[in-house]
């Protein structure tokens, strides 16, 4: 049976009822229909059709799974139980016989898919505790539904495709998921990517074991199905295509980015499960993207497994403790470690150096060492002391590769690849017997590099011995470009290249290389980083794209205080997230050589409060303190951010240290999601010493309730300059309303108050009778998501007539509704409103509500920007606020439309208002389902007009690819026209 949900198959078991039976089918069916609602098929034609002919009616008005499970029905009620039970059994026969070739396939490809040096360390089996947490990944909790997607991210090598490899081993000899999963399809990035176009179906055809995969009854239970999809980070993609361009037919042939894209984003058999792999730098990317259920970080070796490696390697037990603790004192080289590869690489390097006498210290210096005396063996005869000119000319077309292959996002080479870059088939037998290559676990005829990094070792050492331009494939780019991407983490599978090719220049590493060429390399390539880095640092676009934490790991691996120190002048602005303690050692070592800061955030995460020895903290506190030390020595410090951070006790003293400092004089302090373990109080009153202190952001810090009263007595001192402060989401409550009340009335220079996302209802009318007072100077007022009620438009509609200050007030994300609105809109009437400024987005606002903010813009003066993003205005709503638009009291120079369920057909109306206002600059339309018609009517008309608008608020990846090209053209040629095409 070629398919077996088919109107063939159906056709078949219809055969097996006799003519009464049939009749009585029939019949059935009749009532089938009426009792479940479903779309009717005229009686005349089921009365006189074959079972050939009812067959294909079922099929043609029901989908093929309904059909089935009507007929299973129908069968039980004419007593033909055995005829379900058979196709049961056939069913069930499927996915037992895949289960089987799984199996055979995976048990006798174990040794060639996973050749590693440590294998023994890999059990080949679950044990029952691990097949339970497998279970429990795909077993929804009380509060879910389905479907799972699980989320396993691990580094690169940790062993993440090996785990799923035995994972689905252990689904096919019945250990876990028998009666969660009929099927369990591996999609391995890596493998599908050559593939370009391809379906659904393809891809689940390729695993199965004959030519023709029975698609339809697979697909017919998609809550059945489990997709693995291995090494996401192959495919580079950024999940960020239109809904357009997705599809949802499992038979379409699409790109297979495309498709992958709409398995994961749920368009495609949005009922089955999912279980994703990939590098921590693909997940960082494309966290927001994916909705997953479960999110696992595989470790690999943990420390005890690593130094039981060690042990294992070495015979002398002392000698293996005396090398591991020269690992373990350096944490990058330790970190590497937790790959069971690089493991291996790294033991038997020390172990190999050892023997021919060398000093294990200096291999340990950095990560770079241990790779550049590990590779550079592997071509030298253990008699020799040099390589041959035949193994140095290996060995450079071996970087040719790597570095093509990194461009090209290639990491398995066939004969043709290695050819091309001078590797003939006479040495891959030696490459293999290296241990520097690898036959690919997929393909006899596909070779890979021990391990990703290596590539990228060969890669960077091309850099430093070639010219990119001397490479035969034009998508080799040169260094300046390299760096770029790299520090962009455009390509989120490069992890190393970078560090590799500052490391490359320490004056150690230039020593082994020249004794491995014979000739001093130039340090032309020292240069050109150097200059590559100013140029950077000098562009602020491009100096905002750059990670600072890979560029630190990069000046770490090159250990050259000059170049350090000359890199830190160049920057003004750092921004950097410290997750580890390796991530901590390498900041503090650069930080160390700042002193032209003006700007400085970063994020220690719980990093400082981590239960560890002592001897571990005082390392910790110790880098800490050299972070902190910047503080001090950037003496031009203006802004300081501390993000999602945890400071235990000694954290924070040092932090508060050297805030004291007399030198440390920032105008502005962010202090966003940070937790103190001990007393708030004393970073407030230290806040009230540093006069230069202008703007303080708490948003996301939780506060009781004295410390917003030590707060607001800070804020009440003459000494105090502060402006603007923002407490959003710092959990307050109604009763500190009437501390910041007090600090309206009385404060001269607070003119700046953001308390969004706390609920503040009952608090809201002492706030805004503090707005009323005479003696208010503030001018900008956020309560968006504050839990407001009805009670609180009154009080802030009293506030819109009575204050002559604010000019700025923001209530998105309350329940204002029509009703409110029509309330606030009588006091904006006014002609003595001051406001110009007022957000409502999301504000369960409606058509009806634009009347009244119709008459607003038809009168008030002074409103420059309105901001309704979100709200059900519709084409109507819209109509309403163009005609007030077009009015010559109207000055608005900013509206925001986004997400208001407008369609082409308003296009008309915006367009209209081009030629009769001269002050509007910026409209937000993005999220609406406007037509190519609609947005081709408004760029003509800004480009008729010479309008003064200058932002059509877009987003270009919301549209089809025809769309985009019009409007990127018609930003190029229209010098009024700006389209934000930023996602």
Not at 1 to 21: I, P, Q, R, T, V
Not at 306 to 318: I, P, S, T, V
Not at 367 to 373: G, H, L, M
Request: glycine share 2%.
């Amino acid at each position: 049976m070629a398919s077996f949900f088919s109107d063939f198959g159906l056709m078949w078991y219809l055969e097996e009822l006799n003519k009464k039976e049939f009749m009585k089918f029939k019949e059935a069916l009749k009532q089938e229909m009426v009792q479940y609602g479903l779309q009717q098929i005229p009686w005349t034609e089921v009365k006189k059709a074959s079972r050939e002919d009812l067959a294909n009616l079922l099929v043609k008005h029901y989908e093929e799974k309904k059909a089935w499970d009507m007929t299973f029905r129908i069968f039980q009620n004419i007593d033909r139980k055995d005829l379900s039970e058979r196709a049961a059994r056939e069913i069930a026969g499927h996915s037992k016989m895949y289960q089987a070739h799984l199996k055979k396939k995976l048990s006798q490809d174990w040794s060639r898919k996973f050749n590693i040096p440590i294998q023994e360390f890999l059990k080949q089996k679950f044990t029952l505790d691990e097949c339970i947490r497998f279970e429990q990944l795909f077993t929804p909790k009380a509060t879910e539904k389905q479907p799972h997607t699980v989320v396993l991210r691990g580094v690169s090598g940790i062993g993440k495709t090996l785990m799923m490899a035995k994972l689905t081993l252990a689904w096919s000899d019945g250990q876990v998921f028998q009666n969660k999963f009929s099927y369990i399809f591996s999609l391995c990035c890596h493998d599908i990517k050559p593939l370009k176009t391809a379906s659904l179906a393809d891809l689940i055809s390729r695993e199965w074991p004959s030519p023709s995969a029975p698609i339809v009854e697979i697909v017919s239970e998609p809550e059945k199905l489990l997709f693995i999809i291995d090494s996401l980070e192959a495919l580079n993609c950024d999940l960020a295509e239109p809904e357009l361009e997705l599809c949802d037919n499992w038979m379409e042939k699409r790109p297979v980015n495309i498709l992958l894209s709409s398995l994961l984003r749920r368009k495609i058999l949005p009922e089955s499960s999912l279980l994703i792999t990939a590098t921590p730098e693909t997940f960082d990317k494309l966290e927001d993207r994916i909705h997953y259920t479960e999110m696992k970080i595989m470790m690999g070796f943990d420390e005890s497994s690593r130094k039981m490696y060690f042990e294992g390697l070495f015979q002398d037990k002392n000698r293996a403790q005396e090398v591991f603790r020269l690992v373990r004192e350096n944490e990058q080289v330790f970190n590497i470690c937790q790959v069971p590869l690089l493991c291996w690489l790294v033991a038997t390097c020390l172990k190999n150096e050892m023997e021919k006498g060398g000093d294990p210290a200096s291999i340990c210096r950095r990560a770079t060492s241990v790779y550049t005396t590990f590779i550079l063996n592997l071509f030298i005869p253990k008699s020799a002391q040099n390589p041959s000119k035949k193994s140095q000319n290996l060995f450079l077309g071996l970087c040719s590769l790597a570095a093509e292959g990194m461009w090209t996002d290639k990491f398995a080479f066939n004969q043709e690849d290695l050819g091309k870059n001078g590797i003939v088939t006479s040495d891959i037998s030696t490459l293999l017997n290296m241990r520097i290559f690898l036959k690919s676990k997929d393909s006899k005829n596909m070779y890979t590099f021990l391990h990703p990094s290596v590539q990228e070792f060969c890669a960077a050492m091309f850099y430093l011995v070639k010219s990119h331009s001397d490479h035969h494939s034009k998508d080799v780019q040169g260094i300046e470009a390299l760096l770029l991407t790299f520090l962009k983490k455009v390509r989120v599978q490069w992890i190393f290249v970078g560090c590799f090719i500052f490391g490359l220049l320490h004056k150690s590493e230039q020593e082994k290389l020249e004794m491995f060429f014979g000739y001093q390399l130039s340090q032309e390539v020292k240069q050109k980083l150097c200059e590559s880095l100013e140029k950077i640092s000098a562009d602020e676009e491009l100096r905002e794209q750059v990670d600072d934490m890979k560029l630190f790991y990069c000046l770490f691996e090159m250990e050259d205080e000059a170049f350090v120190m000359q890199t830190m002048s160049f920057l003004q602005q750092i921004k950097f997230v410290a997750k580890d303690y390796s991530d901590l050692i390498v900041a503090s070592y650069c930080l160390k050589y700042c002193s032209t800061l003006k700007t400085i955030s970063f994020s220690t995460q719980d990093i400082l409060q981590e239960e560890r020895e002592h001897s571990y903290l005082e390392k910790l506190l110790i880098c800490w303190q050299d972070v902190c030390s910047v503080l001090v020595s950037c003496q031009q410090m203006q802004i300081l951010q501390v993000k999602d951070t945890y400071l235990d006790e000694s954290a924070f003293l040092v932090l508060y240290t050297h805030l004291q400092h007399p030198s440390c004089t920032p105008h502005i302090l962010e202090v966003n999601n940070v937790s103190f373990s001990c007393d708030n109080h004393l970073f407030f009153e230290l806040l009230n010493q540093k006069q230069s202190l202008r703007h303080l952001d708490l948003s996301l810090t939780s506060l009781s309730r004295s410390d917003v009263k030590v707060l607001c007595d800070m804020l009440n001192q003459d000494e105090c300059n502060i402006e603007k402060l923002l407490v959003a989401g710092c959990q307050l409550s109604p009763d500190d309303c009437k501390n910041f009340a007090s600090i309206l009335i009385s404060s001269k220079k607070l003119t700046h108050l953001n308390v969004a996302c706390n609920s503040l209802d009952k608090g809201i009318h002492l706030l805004c009778k503090a707005l009323c007072h005479p003696d208010c100077v503030l001018k900008n007022l956020v309560l968006a998501n504050c839990s407001l009620s009805e009670k609180c438009w009154d009080y802030l509609s009293d506030v819109l007539k009575r204050n002559k200050t604010l000019t700025h007030l923001d209530i998105s994300s309350n329940d204002v509704k029509d009703k409110g609105l029509k309330v606030l809109c009588k006091a904006l009437s006014l002609p003595d409103s001051v406001l110009k400024s007022l957000f409502l987005r999301r504000c369960l606002i409606t058509t009806s509500g634009c009347q009244d903010l119709a008459e607003v813009l038809s009168i008030n003066q002074n409103l420059r920007s309105l901001q309704i993003s979100n709200n059900k205005l519709q084409d109507a709503g819209v109509k309403l606020l163009c005609d007030a638009i077009k009015q010559p009291n109207c000055h608005l120079e900013n509206i925001g439309l986004e997400g208001c369920e407008l369609t082409g057909a308003c296009c008309e109306d915006l367009a209209s208002i081009f030629s009769q206002n001269k002050t509007l600059w910026a409209i937000n339309l993005r999220q609406n389902a406007l037509d190519r018609r609609g947005l081709a009517m408004l760029c003509e008309a800004v480009k008729h007009h010479r309008c003064t608008l200058h932002v059509l608020g877009l987003r270009i990846t919301d549209f089809d690819k025809e769309t985009q090209e019009l409007l990127l053209a018609e930003e190029e040629k229209n010098p009024y026209l700006t389209i934000v095409s930023s996602a």
